[in-house]
């Protein structure tokens, strides 16, 4: 066995090996998160017989950035996220909620009553609820004959 010694530990293979699993095990039950910055943030839609309610966790975004706009069955949410301020002597080690501006387009199997839709910002988290048009009840048309 070849060990050599680093800060006073005595470096071993197996050890490694150990760590390397117990990370790619971590890394396999972690949800995967598709990258902020190109897409924008992830939404979790739900449907109802009344339509549809988006949420996304948008931390750190004041609402007053953030536009909502429906037309037809199109619903587009975007926003903008102001980068941390950090002190001069400190170096950042790790960034994972990215700052800028994004924009989500979505279009739903519905159309939208724009009228009745409401959002909600509350904690970091958007609740947008997305009614769907009531269409009118169908029409009897009685067939004359001439």
Do not use: C
Not at 14 to 19: F, I
Not at 124 to 146: A, F, Y
Request: aromatic share 6%; glycine share 6%; proline share 6%.
């Amino acid at each position: 066995m070849v060990s050599r010694v680093v800060s006073n530990a005595v470096w071993s293979p197996w050890r490694e090996l150990a760590r390397f699993q117990n990370e790619v095990g971590r890394m396999l039950h972690e949800p995967i998160r598709p990258n902020a910055s190109s897409d924008g943030p992830a939404f979790n839609i739900y449907r109802n017989d009344r339509g549809s309610v988006i949420t996304a966790e948008l931390p750190g975004i004041d609402a007053s950035s953030l536009e909502i706009s429906v037309s037809g069955d199109v619903v587009t949410i975007q926003g903008k996220r102001v980068a941390e301020a950090n002190p001069e002597t400190a170096r950042v080690q790790r960034r994972e909620r990215n700052a800028g501006e994004f924009k989500r387009t979505l279009k739903l199997p519905y159309r939208i009553d724009a009228g009745k839709t409401e959002a909600v910002y509350q904690l970091g988290v958007l609740s947008v609820t997305l009614p769907s048009v009531q269409d009118e009840k169908p029409h009897q048309i009685v067939v004359k004959s001439v």
